[in-house]
């Protein structure tokens, strides 16, 4: 099988709405939510039947969002685009909500609720009821500010770029150009990049306050006294709690940041600068020109084939079927919003991936980050309901930084110079090491933020500054850059888009270095087990998942430990 076949054998087929059904006004769509909340529920397998209309119709309606979405990152200068997503958010979206609200209740209120396999809808049941709890008609037009405003943050930062041999470039590209061996060339680049930033930091700070103004309201009124409580409860945080993750804090910062000091300032004498510099922290000391293993997206993704086809041939089927569906948007351009998403689609069943690339190492890991966030959704695809296929973030990060590390060991197609695998492997073991102090920045920061509502800029200033000192390294000289550490957290989309999802990189990180041990020991059975727990969706609790996964759902600093000790022993080897 070269691929999964066609669309057509994933496509949910619809019994409930038309197959010719076009979302352009809320006419279409109000008689299927009424007749969802007027229909009789007689027995259990009406009650089936009821659920499985609904799952439907949340597919066709989530997906006709998502391509919304999706086409206005992919070129957000076209206003059109722009018009057809803020169409949906305000005029589709404020009318579904007290609707999915009362079909909620209709739900919960049923006499054959207990009469479902309780196996399987228990994690579902638990949502709706915890949905319930925190829905207030008032938080409508609330949510539906916050989704405009929020998507505010990619269209200022998708116009950020700076003059290059002529050009305009943007900052992804020209980020790529810190790997470069010439120092002066390195500093005229971090120059122009943070004197691009500086010309839009006042307009992404009064965004920010106005997003936690928003946000902190949306809390007080579901009764919160903020909404750091209120979003942990809005994310089904069934299985850790706030203090959970100010221990993950702390044990990063006592088990990783002095690892990660004493490589650093191995890097600084090694290089034996006067001063080491901001722009000094990216390039390879030893001269080599950064790694290139691949110029065009294209090319991106036949490698991207032929590295998941020596995993398992459904990886590479995966991808294969995304390319001839034109499901994948991969090159950085002027215009496209920043970051990169797997966005599943659950009625046409082939997620769709979108990135910024330009042909750098981090670009693979992005491609095969993603790549295990779609594997995810095709192995979701056959679950019943689409409730079910929506994986927390905790879940969804473990497919992708788990494919990440597997991935690794075959990472031949992207590097065919063995000096140059090992040189890739090294990088990313760096970045994990380096990565895990800014999970725990970014989530801390969030703490103090939406606890705070009401702080200065300069106070948001002052405590990114206490927080990143302790989890940074102390080694880089910033003198004269001292605003761009203040600043950096800007940087960070999910601050304004998705708020206190990020922590869940962490979790998930530790639970992939412990599939990356399980798949060296054996990798036929670590793949089952990685496969079959992607195979679960959402039906059971994450730590029976990460169970499933032959791994521990599990940050305490003894687990950490042990996890940093493999990864070590790894690195080591490839020194």
């Not at 995810?376 to 409730?387: Q, R």
């Not at 990565?435 to 939406?450: E, G, M, N, R, S």
């Amino acid at each position: 099988m070269n691929h999964i076949e066609t669309s057509n054998s994933l496509t949910l087929k619809r019994s409930f709405l038309p197959s010719a059904l076009k979302i352009d006004n809320w006419s279409v769509l109000e008689p299927f939510y009424t007749d969802l909340l007027q229909r009789n529920i007689s027995d259990s397998a009406s009650l089936k039947k009821w659920l499985l209309d609904w799952s439907e119709l949340e597919a066709v309606v989530s997906e006709d969002y998502a391509w919304r979405y999706i086409r206005m990152t992919c070129d957000t200068f076209d206003e059109a685009l722009l018009n057809s997503y803020t169409f949906f958010v305000e005029d589709i979206e404020p009318k579904i909500a007290p609707l999915s609200n009362k079909l909620q209740k209709k739900l919960i209120a049923s006499p054959f609720l207990d009469e479902l396999e309780k196996n399987t809808y228990f994690v579902f049941v638990r949502g709706i009821k915890k949905s319930l709890e925190l829905f207030r008609e008032e938080n409508i037009p609330l949510n539906t500010e916050i989704n405009n405003e929020s998507q505010k943050y990619g269209v200022i930062s998708s116009a950020q770029t700076i003059e290059h041999n002529g050009e305009q470039i943007t900052l992804q590209r020209a980020a790529s150009l810190l790997k470069s061996t010439d120092r002066e060339l390195r500093e005229t680049i971090y120059r122009k990049i943070q004197d691009r930033k500086s010309g839009d930091e006042t307009k992404l700070n009064e965004l920010y306050t106005k997003l936690i103004g928003l946000r902190n309201k949306v809390a007080l009124n579901a009764g919160f006294k903020n909404y750091r409580d209120y979003k942990f409860e809005d994310l089904g945080r069934f299985d850790y709690t706030a203090q959970d993750c100010y221990n993950f804090h702390d044990a990063i910062a006592e088990v990783i940041v002095p690892h990660n000091r004493k490589l650093e300032q191995e890097r600084k004498d090694k290089l034996g600068y006067e001063s080491y510099r901001p722009w000094d922290t990216e390039f390879d000391i030893s001269g080599r020109e950064p790694l290139k293993p691949f110029k065009t997206g294209a090319e991106l993704t036949e490698k991207t084939i032929a590295c998941f086809s020596t995993i398992d041939p459904f990886f590479a089927d995966c991808i294969t079927t995304m390319r001839e569906l034109k499901h994948l948007d991969l090159e950085s351009r002027v215009g496209k919003a920043p970051g990169g998403y797997n966005y599943p689609l659950y009625e046409s069943g082939v997620p769709f991936i979108f990135m910024n690339a330009v042909g750098t190492l981090k670009d693979v890991v992005t491609m095969v980050h993603e790549g295990g966030h779609a594997v995810h959704s095709f192995l979701c695809n056959p679950l019943e309901l689409t409730d079910f296929k929506g994986t927390p973030s905790e879940v969804a990060e473990l497919a992708s930084m788990s494919m990440e590390l597997i991935s690794m060991e075959h990472w031949e197609s992207f590097f065919t110079n063995a000096e140059e695998l090992r040189i890739a492997k090294t990088e990313q073991l760096e970045k994990i090491l380096k990565t895990l102090p800014w999970i725990a920045c970014i989530d801390k920061f969030q703490h103090w933020v939406y606890q705070h509502p009401l702080h200065s800029v300069e106070e948001r200033y002052t405590e990114w500054m206490k927080i990143t000192k302790e989890f940074g390294t102390g080694t880089v000289d910033y003198s004269g850059f001292e605003h761009a550490q203040k600043r950096s957290w800007q940087g960070q989309l999910h601050l304004f888009e998705v708020p206190f999802y990020y922590i869940e990189y962490g979790m998930a990180q530790l639970g992939a270095i412990a599939v990356w041990r399980n798949y060296k020991q054996d990798p036929a059975k670590a793949l089952g087990q990685y496969k079959a727990a992607l195979k679960l969706g959402y039906t059971k609790p994450i730590p029976e998942i990460y169970k499933a996964a032959g791994i521990k759902f599990d940050f305490s600093v003894e687990y950490i430990k042990e996890l940093m000790n493999f990864v070590s022993n790894e690195y080591e080897k490839l020194k």
